[in-house]
């Protein structure tokens, strides 16, 4: 079921599947909202495994960029982000949402995402619980040598999958400069680790279509998995209330 289109009284005891991006420069070849955009094809996958048992949420674009600076990016204040999603959490809760998933696709969510984690489930509250499953940093063994920090070879095989129409293959082409200075997230921004906002270490962005519909289909069985999980979690809740 999708949040969106169902009614007030459809809502109780659901699991709560939210995909949350970020709108941001994924080079000159990748779309801005492409973390966005494979969460959201990863949750709608698994909300049609679970209809009846788990409401997909609108995807969040907006995410935590500012490691973008000097490139394009729409970004939420970090101390607004935990706010806003805390709001979102707890009103989940007392609409009647049984638990929440979190599907993070932008790895600048990643601290805050852990702050509201905890604040949550350490809120003497046995039954709700926020759950992140986050697609950060997954499947980096899929190409040799090289791992993909950012519009890299993971993310773009990812969006090929998904639309390779979505994917500027002449665009990637014209890339003569894959290095990357040291620091890059933690010291210094995209901008100026690569003049084209690439954080592919280990040189040239590859395109493999089946090795990105590998990784999506990765996710969503372990996606489904937790919502497997989650299930048992709250049965067994409601058991011991």
Known sequence: MKLIEITKDEIKGKIGLMPLGSIEQHGPHLPMGTDGIVVEWIAQ??????????????????????EHY???????????????????VNSSKNAGISS???????????????IIRREVNMSNDNCFKL??????????????????????????????AINRRLVREDKLKEVDDFTIKDG??????TSEANKYGIIN?????????EKGRMSLESSVKDLS??????LEQIKNCGNNA
């Open 225 to 230: 998995d937790l919502v497997r999980k989650v």
């Open 131 to 160: 759950h992140i499953f986050s697609i950060v940093g997954r499947d980096r063994d899929l190409f040799p040598n090289i791992i993909d920090m950012h519009a890299g070879s993971v993310e773009t095989s990812r969006i090929y």
């Open 184 to 189: 890059v997230f933690k010291m210094i921004p």
């Open 45 to 66: 996958k698994v909300e049609e495994r679970f209809r009846d048992q788990v409401l997909l949420y609108p995807t969040l674009y907006y995410g935590c960029s500012k």
């Open 201 to 209: 270490v280990g040189g040239r962005v590859e395109i493999d279509e």
């Open 100 to 114: 929440l998933i979190i599907v993070n696709g932008h790895g600048g969510n990643e601290s805050v995402l852990d």
């Open 70 to 88: 000097g490139f394009p990016f729409l970004s939420v204040g970090y101390l607004n982000m935990i706010n806003f999603l805390l709001d979102i």
